[in-house]
Structure formats: C-alpha cells, structure tokens
C-alpha cells in the first residue's frame, strides 16, 4: 500500500501502469503497462486490465471481467461479474487485427450487469442500465435501461438506478426526487 493503492499478492501489476490513490486490485488480476486505472477503483479477482485500457475514478469491476486495448471507462461505472467486453469486430485466430481495434466507450455513472457482453465500436450512455446477459450491438441512449439479445431499450432510469416513467415528456424519481425530461433528443435531467 507504500504507493498510495492496494495490490494483492496474487495479482500482477506490470510497469508502467498508472493507478489512482485508493484503488485496490485483488486475487490473481493482472493490469499491463501502459493501463490507466483511476483513484479509488476496485479491480475484483481475475480481472485483465489491457495497456490501452483507460479507467476513470470510483470504478468497480467484478470478479473475472477482461478489459482490453480501446475501452474507456468514464468515473463511476460498475462492471458485473463475468461481463464482456470485445474489441474486434471481426476476429480470426489466423489474421492479426490489432490495427483495427474499436474503441468502446461507458460513460459516468453507466452500470453493466453480470454476463453482459458489450460489442466493440459502441458507446453506453451516462447512467444507463445494461441487464444481465444482455448483448449490446449498437450505442445506448443515456439513461436507457437495455436488456435482451440483442440489447434494445425497455424503459429508462433514473441516476440512482430506479426506473422512472415519463408521462408528457416529464418524471420525477419516485426514490430520489431527480427530475427529468424526455424529446426526441432523449433524456436529460433538469
């Protein structure tokens, strides 16, 4: 804990990576050079954090989550356990695609629940829900609560993670009080 973060003895930290004061990485994780970690993140067991991985403040990955080359996480994202992320589009064991990685973002506050999996080239808006086993082949609306195979948007939720109804364009977060609005722009808190 000399440098400020917490690493288990199990895990593997190669030099240089950049991790955030407070971020504690656990059994048998391994983050490569070059990976952006930052503070107060919790990196579960087996995780893989790639060299072109760049991972905002307060984030929490769960057990056995790869995050590779291209994937951005913004500040406050929850990754579930299990869940996937890719980022090639169209992968051969026989070509080598390196070059044409896809950079995947998830913005603050998005949630991605267990067994999820998250195709390369999409954006998951701020706050938005990902339901457990779901597939995400395309961008998701910020706020959006998405599940299924393929993924397509159900409902939408709240920043606390409530679902939230609108009635004329309007709702209020029956949990929490926030207040938002819905156009054909999207959902937007007011």
Not at 152 to 165: F, N, P
């Amino acid at each position: 804990m000399g440098k400020g973060y917490f690493v288990h003895p199990t895990a593997v930290v190669d030099d240089p990576a950049e991790i955030g004061e407070g971020t504690q990485v656990w059994h048998f994780s391994h983050v490569m050079s070059g990976a952006r970690i930052g503070r107060n993140c919790i990196i579960g067991q087996n995780v893989f954090v790639s060299r072109g991985a760049i991972l905002g403040d307060n984030i929490k990955v769960q057990n056995n989550v790869s995050i590779y080359d291209g994937v951005v996480l913004e500040d406050d994202v929850f990754c579930g356990p299990s869940m996937v992320f890719t980022n090639v589009f169209n992968p051969r064991s026989f070509i080598s695609r390196k070059k044409e990685f896809r950079q995947t973002l998830v913005k603050r506050g998005a949630t991605i629940g267990a067994n999820a999996t998250i195709v390369c080239g999409n954006t998951i808006g701020q706050y938005a829900f990902i339901g457990a086993s779901s597939v995400v082949t395309k961008d998701v609306p910020d706020y959006a609560l998405v599940y299924g195979n393929p993924g397509r948007v159900k409902d939408w939720v709240c920043q606390c993670g409530v679902e939230i109804a609108f009635r004329s364009g309007k709702s209020v977060c029956k949990a929490c009080g926030k207040r938002y609005k819905k156009d054909r722009a999207g959902v937007k808190l007011v």
